[in-house]
T-cell receptor, first 116, second 113 residues
């Protein structure tokens, strides 16, 4: 069973539509992240949450919002999708109890989003 | 401006030979570096890491070298196997900045039988 799951895996939508991508984890980790991957640019951080009451903007948060419904759930919303939000989106989790060094992040399988 | 760069978008190597992947960074605050491997239709998976207090870390066929003065790290895979064909991402973080990861653009490795 996958520890980090994302739904949907693929989505095609139209400009202006509201879209929600969901992430669930069974790893018991406090920290969760949303990234987008674009060719040649690697993964860029959109939002992150270090616990249920904590939400932080990442490198490219404009046009996105998030909700941390529970320790295990972190959803990403595009309020009004636009074509340049077409990308591969990844959720990740990490455990903040790894001795002070960077937490290893564990990624979900990704959601491929196409905005027409 | 990308703080972590992988200047080779692709690499082709013969099975059994060495694969060398390179990564350069500009932020001198980075103190921890990681390599992730990604297969198609899957999320990235952690491969190996190194802290800035070391210059080498080895795990089986994978070795990461860090040259802090040059702000450069490399991943060596010896010997390369067809199952190593994937996209490899270099990532860096700074404890002072909350340990968030900054990723390079990735290098696609093809290991030919």
């Amino acid at each position: 069973d996958a520890d980090v799951t994302q739904t949907p895996r693929n989505r095609i939508t139209k400009t202006g539509k509201r879209i929600m991508l969901e992430c669930s984890q069974t790893k018991g980790h406090d920290r969760m992240y949303w990234y987008r991957q674009d060719p040649g640019l690697g993964l860029r951080l959109i939002y992150y949450s270090f616990d249920v009451k904590d939400i932080n903007k990442g490198e490219i948060s404009d046009g996105y919002s998030v909700s941390r419904q529970a320790q295990a759930k972190f959803s990403l919303s595009l309020e009004s999708a636009i074509p340049n939000q077409t990308a591969l989106y990844f959720c990740a989790t990490s455990d903040d109890r790894q001795g002070g060094y960077t937490d290893t992040q564990y990624f979900g399988p990704g959601t491929r989003l196409t905005v027409l | 401006d990308q703080q972590v760069k992988q200047n080779s978008p692709s690499l082709s190597v013969q099975e059994g030979r060495i694969s060398i992947l390179n990564c350069d960074y500009t932020n001198s605050m980075f103190d921890y570096f990681l390599w992730y491997k990604k297969y198609p239709a899957e999320g990235p998976t952690f491969l190996i890491s190194i802290s800035s207090i070391k210059d080498k870390n080895e795990d089986g066929r994978f070795t990461v070298f860090l040259n802090k003065s040059a702000k450069h790290l490399s991943l060596h895979i010896v010997p390369s196997q067809p199952g190593d064909s994937a996209v490899y991402f270099c990532a860096a973080s700074a404890k002072a900045a909350g340990n968030k990861l900054t990723f390079g653009g990735g290098t696609r490795v093809l290991v030919k039988p």
